[in-house]
């Protein structure tokens, strides 16, 4: 391999996907895969995460799937048992699971709202805390991905449960990556725009989504491989003096001019 990119290297990593059933998370799982991880596949619905794991072995990959419930730290603990016994401490995590419930605010229940935060926000910490305890006891070091958005930085109606979540997850971060630098684990954010993913792929054909469209710089939406060189960064050692830093792939989306 040429020297240069031999800090991309994650030949034999252990990689816990979130949130790993469709979208981002399935995508994630393939690229991780195909630069010769171990990866884990996690997610409510198994039998989703089953299907992309058989996928990926007979791609030639190394995957597992396990079921996770972000919000219970008792599920996280028993999926990563489970990880453990199988593959190995999880050195590389990438928090993806997330909802929506797009409502205004006035008409949001407390369940639209708890249910939300608590996937898209407490799941982040929850999982990244017990992934750190393992990484720690192992005493090796690792990287933790969190899967943010560009609404927690900028904003659009029908989704305060959703932008207060993300924006927190950028705050964790950064608190995170602090309070874990003395254990050489990293923890950045990703912070993605419109892409083609199966959540919205129905919403794209709409007008006010072409609206949308127009205020993006390069006036399109983004495509899932173009968020590959960032990952490959945050996941491997060329980030090695990278931790707490929130990375915006929009097309220039918060740029837009008012």
Same mark, same amino acid.
């Given at each position: 391999m040429?020297?240069l990119?031999s800090?991309?290297?994650?030949?034999g990593?252990v990689?816990?996907?979130?949130?790993?059933?469709?979208?981002?998370?399935?995508?994630f799982?393939?690229v991780?895969?195909q630069?010769?991880?171990?990866?884990?596949?996690?997610?409510?619905?198994?039998e989703?995460?089953?299907?992309?794991?058989?996928?990926?072995v =007979?791609?030639?990959?190394? $995957?597992?799937?396990?079921?996770?419930? #972000?919000?219970?730290s /008792? +599920? !996280?603990?028993a999926?990563?048992?489970?990880?453990?016994?199988?593959?190995?401490?999880a050195?590389?995590v990438?928090?993806?699971?997330?909802?929506t419930i797009?409502?205004?605010?006035?008409?949001?229940?407390d369940?639209?709202?708890e249910?939300v935060?608590?996937?898209?926000?407490?799941g982040?910490?929850?999982?990244?805390?017990?992934? =750190?305890?393992?990484m720690i $006891?192992?005493?090796v070091?690792?990287s #933790?991905?969190?899967? /943010? +958005? !560009?609404?927690a930085?900028?904003?659009?109606s029908?989704l305060?449960?959703?932008?207060?979540?993300?924006a927190?997850?950028?705050?964790?971060?950064?608190?995170?990556?602090?309070?874990l630098?003395?254990?050489?684990?990293?923890?950045?954010?990703?912070?993605?725009?419109y892409?083609?993913t199966e959540?919205?792929r129905?919403?794209?054909?709409?007008?006010?989504?072409?609206h949308?469209?127009?205020?993006?710089?390069?006036?399109?939406v983004?495509?899932?491989?173009?968020m590959?060189?960032t990952l490959?960064?945050?996941?491997?050692?060329?980030?090695?003096?990278?931790?707490?830093a929130?990375?915006v792939?929009?097309g220039?989306?918060?740029?837009s001019?008012?």
């Open positions: 040429n020297d990119l800090a991309f290297d994650i030949t990593r990689v816990l996907i979130t949130g790993a059933s469709s979208g981002f998370g399935r995508h799982a393939d991780m895969a630069s010769g991880a171990r990866v884990v596949l996690a997610a409510r619905r198994t989703l995460v089953e299907v992309a794991r058989d996928e990926i =007979a791609a030639g990959g190394q $995957a597992m799937a396990v079921s996770m419930d #972000v919000t219970s /008792a +599920s !996280i603990a999926a990563l048992d489970v990880i453990e016994s199988e593959f190995g401490v050195s590389i990438i928090n993806n699971a997330g909802i797009p409502k205004l605010l006035l008409d949001l229940s369940e639209d709202w249910n935060v608590d996937t898209n926000l407490k982040v910490a929850f999982v990244t805390r017990e992934a =750190a305890k393992r $006891a192992a005493d070091g690792g #933790v991905i969190n899967i /943010a +958005s !560009i609404l930085v900028r904003v659009q029908m305060s449960n959703y932008a207060a979540a993300k927190g997850v950028v705050q964790f971060t950064k608190t995170a990556a602090l309070e630098a003395p254990y050489n684990i990293r923890v950045n954010a990703i912070c993605p725009g892409f083609a959540m919205i129905q919403w794209l054909k709409t007008e006010d989504a072409q949308r469209i127009e205020k993006i710089p390069q006036r399109r983004g495509e899932l491989h173009e590959n060189g490959m960064l945050l996941a491997s050692d060329a980030s090695s003096h990278m931790t707490g929130e990375i792939i929009d220039g989306h918060v740029l001019e008012l």
